[in-house]
């Protein structure tokens, strides 16, 4: 069981909910950048959230299914196609053995994710199956997707092949998932105060809150740099550097902000001015360059609530999912 | 390991400096950070590594990570499972900010640490010291000098950070201290860099600021290895110079 990458694309690598337990050495998290769309395309494939999945940046790969199997593709929309037919995101899908998948057009969004029954086969480095470029290591061979890549799943004793109809060379199952309001009002970004936002001089703080900033094309998955107005300290000390995570909004000293995305490094020494909430960060890793982004403040209790309602209909989709794969299989 | 020559001394670090001033604050959602100063201090980066050990010692449901910096801890974790199976009656946040407070109080009863000098070896000639030159002329010494003042501390690992492995130590005697430079360059693997008062070693090839004075044929980070980072927060460092000859016979 595997699929064979035809033709590369720009950033394809596999990828989990990330590598913790490591920061105290310098080794980042890294891993997925929209980890609801990562865990639903598991999910739907009836899979454990924690297996790994393939994150592609567009333009995307072109892969070869080398046997039937269980897909599904989630995440940003890059009009995915098996053999020239259009597929619906957000559903699985059987494929036939050699049915080819292709990426030919973006339509929105940053960052697809596809999951296959029973996940890949590659290698976990120090517990993850992220892959960490720098340290060449961990996903596929520490590295991105080339040509003739072949990937491997792990074994399944479940056969979809009665789900296909003759002649064809896919079939997408009847349900899907409602991504319901994790990805509504894209541009709207609650953050909660970093503990340098009193820093900011007043008028500051009210540009942070009332101008709107743009993704620069300099973005990547360790950071979003924004540009948008320059925004000033009232105090001009330096900091010694400390620990920052996934969604620290940090001011650069020409007054711009970025945002540390997934691959971000353990440690900085900018001041942090707030911080993007966990919830928020999904529709955040969906957003491209020259897009605009508009924070809104909230507080810490509100941020964990709306974390802890997104887990929980996570997990009342995999359950779900669950239920709907047993049925169609048995 | 070649080249690794450990010493074992002893030295007792005090911590009574401290008092119960520190700043706990959410770095965003799901982390914490203790704070317990804007400098780099010894005694503060001792009281964060001994809360680190407690914490590893004594950890909770949902906790994902911890590192230390100069003079803070910051934990990771997971706001769902510490919901879920402590039930905090305020935020998620308060709770693990108690946590913290926790091991605040009890790593004070850490007084004593053993420490190692690990001796590196550092070939400080052409090509590995790209900025050597230019920065004994900045500072009006000549370069051996430089070497000698920079092998003649021992320099204590801070922490780690900005790349798998790479060291913050200190501090550098100011008489070859130097800023950073404006624009990063790319550094080779094994480049021993000086950034003001701080000095470190870039484990990886990287693109990098620090003004590179040598390079050592250790390897500080091998993924595979069954440790892939050699150096830690609290290790004691001193470099010695080692010829081009015995760099390449390495």
């Given at each position: 069981m595997s699929l064979t990458i035809i033709k590369p694309g720009l950033l394809d690598t596999i990828q989990d909910l990330g590598r913790t337990g490591y920061s105290r050495l310098g080794i980042n998290t890294g891993g997925v950048m929209d980890r609801y769309a990562a865990q639903v395309a598991n999910m739907l494939v009836g899979?454990?959230?924690?297996e790994a999945v393939m994150e592609i940046h567009f333009p995307g790969a072109q892969f070869l299914f080398e046997q039937n199997t269980l897909i599904s593709i989630t995440g940003a929309d890059f009009t995915a196609m098996v053999n020239d037919e259009p597929v619906p995101l957000w559903h699985p899908i059987v494929v036939r053995k050699n049915a080819v998948l292709h990426f030919p057009?973006?339509?929105?969004?940053?960052r697809c994710y596809v999951a296959v029954h029973g996940g890949y086969c590659v290698n976990k480095w120090l517990n993850s199956y992220s892959t960490h470029l720098k340290a060449g290591a961990?996903?596929?061979?520490?590295r991105k997707l080339e040509k003739r890549d072949e990937i491997p799943f792990k074994e399944s004793?479940?056969?979809?092949?009665?789900l296909l109809k003759p002649g064809k060379e896919f079939e997408v199952l009847k349900w899907h998932v409602d991504?319901?309001?994790?990805?509504?009002?894209?541009?709207?970004i609650y953050i909660i105060k970093g503990n340098?936002?009193?820093?900011?001089t007043c008028q500051s703080q009210q540009d942070m809150l009332e101008d709107n900033f743009t993704i620069h094309p300099f973005s990547d998955r360790m950071g979003y740099q924004l540009k948008g107005v320059d925004l000033k300290r009232n105090e001009r000390t330096e900091l010694v550097s400390s620990g920052v995570s996934f969604g620290t909004i940090q001011l650069l000293p020409n007054g711009q902000l970025i945002v540390l995305m997934a691959?971000?490094?353990?440690t900085g020494g900018y001041p942090r001015i707030g911080h993007v909430i966990s919830a928020h960060l999904p529709k955040l890793a969906q957003l491209r360059p020259s897009d605009c982004i508009h924070f809104k403040i909230t507080d810490i209790a509100t941020a964990e609530n709306l974390l802890i309602a997104q887990q929980q209909e996570l997990n009342i989709l995999q359950r779900a999912c669950l239920e709907r794969l047993n049925h169609v299989v048995c | 390991m070649r080249g690794y020559v450990v010493k074992k001394l002893t030295s007792v670090i005090s911590i009574?400096?401290?008092?119960?001033?520190y700043k706990i604050f959410p770095l965003g959602d799901a982390a914490v950070t203790i704070d317990m100063g804007n400098v780099i201090s010894e005694a503060l980066n001792q009281k964060a590594l001994a809360m680190q050990q407690w914490l590893l010692a004594h950890p909770f449901e949902g906790m994902k990570d911890c590192l230390v910096a100069y003079s803070s801890l910051t934990v990771l974790y997971n706001p769902v499972i510490i919901k879920k199976y402590y039930?905090?009656?305020?935020t998620v946040f308060a709770w693990v900010a108690d946590r913290l407070q926790q091991a605040f109080e009890k790593a004070l009863q850490t007084g004593q640490a053993i420490r190692e000098v690990i001796r590196i070896p550092v070939c400080y000639d052409e090509p590995f010291a790209p900025d050597l030159v230019s920065l004994a002329r900045q500072k009006q010494l000549p370069v051996t000098d430089v070497v000698n003042i920079h092998t003649s501390t021992v320099y204590n690992v801070y922490m780690i950070g900005f790349?798998?492995?790479?060291s913050y130590m200190g501090e550098v005697n100011e008489r070859i201290a130097v800023p950073r430079k404006q624009q990063p360059t790319q550094v080779m693997a094994g480049s021993v860099g000086i950034a003001g008062s701080q000095t470190g070693i870039y484990p990886l090839q990287s693109p990098g600021g620090w003004q590179i004075v040598g390079r050592t044929p250790?390897?500080?980070?091998?993924?595979?290895?069954?440790?892939?980072?050699?150096l830690q927060a609290g290790d004691r460092v001193q470099f010695y110079a080692i010829t081009k000859q015995e760099f390449d016979s390495y």
């Open positions: 899979n454990d959230t924690l057009k973006l339509q929105h969004g940053s961990g996903g596929f061979h520490g004793r479940i056969y979809f092949a009665g991504t319901g309001s994790t990805y509504l009002h894209p541009n709207e340098e936002w009193d820093q900011l691959d971000h490094q353990t | 009574q400096v401290l008092t119960n001033q039930h905090p009656r305020h790349l798998p492995g790479f250790l390897k500080l980070f091998d993924a595979f290895g069954p440790e892939p980072v050699k």
